[in-house]
């Protein structure tokens, strides 16, 4: 239980931390997200309610602090952040029992696609909102480019965040229908 | 699938129901609750930024100093290191001092405020001030620096802000072309790829015409801007279809900000 706090932590500090991290001008400005990949990792190492938990909370504080409301209008919807978060952390879910026998390369490899897919949703939702459907070079860097940095991070973050579970005594072993 | 799990997706999805209901008051009240509940992170988190910059700028000299002057003594390492620590200090007093010029002489009333954070995400471009309903702010009040208009607030705490930036899709701007008649709406584009944006004017007569360099300034059309805010200068003109395009290069550098005003009004 410690472990599904400490997670929940971090992923406040890394949503703050995001706003100070600029963009990557060689990658054609993507900009880095630290968050999914902290949500995805408890989402292979956390039984389902608190992974559900661990997304909801993600969700929310994503929504807060990006959706933007303008002239009255709301470009994407409050809730919908955590729909996508709950949908791919469920995905990734499905996946820890490969995780619990040490195999990390393709929840690495996913981290990095999932990342890409939660910025494409939102890019596909303000198009559908603002019309005109743009699909050009960039936008696909701009979309490709979270996922690949995501990517390239998850081995670090993973590592990391198994030795913060090694810490708190953590098991990693998945649960027989209780919740720790 | 076990109870507790089934359970656990019921509450996730009420919830996840709950959000989904929300409206644009609802949604606003929500994101201005979040910000100031985090408004203490974030002005701690530029704080903690500026001294890690100022540290590994330090530490950058210091390296340079080595391999230039391998034979110097530690003491003049340090009165170095202060020496620029004073220069950086100069520099900050000149800039403000610039910025509290320009408050007195323009012709707005205007609230200082610093940038505290930049935007994270890829598809809205945003900044967050240091100043929210406690000093005076509200929502659609341009912000400019001593050079122009660089946008619009969106959200407001009571102790930080977000302005949405002229370089975004969504931030709309009655604008009129100096030395002409024309007059039109800038906004930004949706995706961005390179350091400095560029703005269209769009909703420009066929026969406009417009020349590399003409400024362009808001024409206070609409009620949110009031006029006479640069905003850029043209870059290229085209003629479409229905009406005439001009591309706008922004008079700010709008990724190095630091200081900006809030326009209350005019004095």
């Known amino acids: 239980m410690i472990f599904f706090f400490v997670l929940l932590l971090l992923v406040l500090i890394a949503q703050i931390a995001e706003f100070f991290i600029p963009a990557l001008p060689w990658l054609y400005n993507a900009h880095v997200y630290i968050v999914p990949v902290i949500v995805f990792y408890g989402a292979m190492a956390l039984p389902f309610p608190l992974m559900l938990s661990l997304a909801l909370f993600a969700g929310v504080l994503l929504d807060a602090l990006t959706v933007q409301v303008i002239g009255g209008k709301v470009e994407i919807s409050a809730g919908s952040s955590i729909l996508i978060y709950g949908v791919l952390a469920g995905l990734m879910h499905g996946l820890r029992p490969l995780f619990a026998r040490g195999r990390w390369e393709v929840h690495c490899v996913l981290s990095g696609v999932f990342t890409s897919l939660i910025v494409l949703a939102q890019y596909l939702m303000i198009t559908f909102r603002r019309g005109s459907f743009v699909f050009n070079r960039e936008v696909w860097w701009q979309v490709a480019g979270p996922g690949l940095v995501a990517m390239a991070m998850a081995p670090i973050v993973f590592w990391f965040l198994q030795w913060i579970g090694r810490v708190t005594a953590y098991s990693y072993q998945p649960e027989r229908g209780r919740i720790e | 699938m076990s109870r507790t799990n089934i359970i656990a997706l019921l509450i996730f999805g009420a919830i996840l129901g709950y959000f989904l209901t929300f409206g644009p008051t609802t949604t606003q009240k929500f994101k201005t609750g979040v910000y100031q509940l985090l408004a203490p992170f974030f002005t701690g988190g530029s704080g903690l930024k500026k001294q890690l910059t100022s540290v590994r700028s330090g530490l950058k000299s210091l390296d340079q100093l080595e391999h230039e002057n391998a034979n110097l003594q530690v003491e003049n390492r340090e009165l170095r290191a202060t020496n620029q620590g004073l220069r950086d200090a100069e520099n900050e007093v000149n800039r403000l001092r610039h910025a509290l010029n320009y408050r007195e002489r323009s012709v707005f009333k205007l609230i200082a405020a610093e940038i505290v954070a ?88 066929k026969q406009a015409d417009l020349k590399p360099g003409q400024k362009v300034y808001t024409s206070g059309v609409g009620g949110v801007f009031p006029s006479g805010l640069l905003i850029g200068s043209v870059k290229t003109f085209r003629v479409r279809e229905l009406d005439g395009q001009a591309q706008v290069t922004p008079v700010v550098d709008l990724s190095h900000l630091e200081d900006v005003f809030v326009v209350t009004g005019r004095k």
């Open chain 2, 118 to 205: 930049r935007d994270s995400s890829t598809w809205w471009r945003t900044v967050t001030i240091n100043r929210g309903r406690r000093d005076g702010i509200e929502i659609d009040m341009p912000v400019a620096t001593d050079e122009g208009l660089i946008g619009k607030i969106t959200t407001v705490s009571d102790s930080i802000s977000v302005v949405l930036l002229i370089s975004d899709e969504n931030c709309r701007v009655a604008a009129k072309v100096e030395g002409s008649r024309e007059q039109g709406i800038v906004s930004g584009e949706r995706v961005t790829t390179g350091l400095t944006p560029l703005l269209n004017l769009n909703f420009l007569s």
